[in-house]
């Protein structure tokens, strides 16, 4: 089997003795090919992780090879430009002083001028901008700035590119047209990257595998829709997409949970903890009674937060229904549920 273009093993960061470390035993590797997110909360270490990859700091522990090679071990690192990575900024980071041919050339200076010239052409033609040559990085839009970002970080040819939160300069819609354009250039490339971004649905949306950080760890990795129906813990459950937490105590595949029996995904015994997605509980005749704190029209669906009647415990939990549903604030409904809970770790 080929060897992974990224693998990063162990890795650990500590900024200053008083603080918890930014980075603690990271293990990661990215495929041949392969577009993976790397996702969490602002603070979680993302960047950093994305600073020792690229060159810009220096692991405590741990390693980072790049298809193979050793590029990053606490006593010995290749400077950035030998490591065969692409890194695009959240703020493009073009010279301002260049024009797109220019800015683009930056990282080939070592090929002779004809080849040079043939590859912009290539990359440019690649992001769609081959008539964007002479124009200056402040006659762009901010989408065409990105994807100039992305040229010149593709054109060198390097084995991974590193992606830092590359669409959140951009206003919403552009964020999400320039996105697909941009996994479009890198699928048709066949580049490998790890993209940044504490944006569930980005993540979601971009990646074919997820590695969920939190507090400089690695909580889970997997397929976007394997990690979201099967969460590893509560921060997973809720951090990718929402869910409802329940206490339960489990005999085999049923937990008896404040909602009435659920059935399981994986048999347990005594207090479990639970997560079942609002799109897993529907409104029915016969279930459990709530009453309806909020409703929440989203055109294309319907976001309940109800509260449990008779609950020993205040219990509210979230429905997501289809968009037609004649319950309104106050009324009295009954929830049944749809799908299996899932398991969580304590
Ligand atoms: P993210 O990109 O996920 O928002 P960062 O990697 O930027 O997170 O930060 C992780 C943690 O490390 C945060 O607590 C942050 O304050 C801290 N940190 C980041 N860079 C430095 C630095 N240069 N010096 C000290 N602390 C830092
Ligand atoms: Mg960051």
Known sequence: MEAPVLAVRHLSK?????????????????????????????????????RLLAGFEVPDEGEVAVAGTVVATPERQLPPEARRLGVVFQDYALFPHLSVLHNVAFGLRALPRRQRRARVEEVLALVGLQDF????PHQLSGGQQQRVALARA???????????????????ALREETRGEVRRIL???????LLVTHDQEEAMTFAERLAIMRQGRLEQMGAPEAVYRAPRNAFVASFLGATNLLQGIAEGSVAHTPVGP??????????????????????????????VLSRAFKGHDLTYTCQLVGAQEPCVLTVHTGPVCPLREGDVGYVATAAEAVVLEA
Do not use: I, M, W
């Not at 040559?133 to 200056?136: E, V």
């Not at 590119?161 to 669409?167: M, T």
């Open 154 to 172: 593709l054109a060198p040819e390097p084995e991974v590119l590193l992606l830092d939160e590359p669409f959140s300069n951009l206003d919403a």
């Open 262 to 291: 659920l059935e399981l995904s994986r048999p347990a015994q005594g207090p479990v903890l639970l997560s079942l997605r609002p799109e897993c509980l529907q409104f029915c005749a016969r279930g459990a009674p709530v009453r």
């Open 133 to 136: 040559g002479h124009r200056y």
């Open 14 to 50: 500590r900024y200053s003795a008083s603080q918890p470390p930014a980075l603690h035993r990271v293990d990661l590797e990215v495929a041949r090919g392969e577009l993976v997110a790397l996702l969490g909360p602002s603070g979680c270490g993302k960047t950093t992780l994305l």
């Open 187 to 193: 699928k048709a490339s066949g580049a490998s990257a």
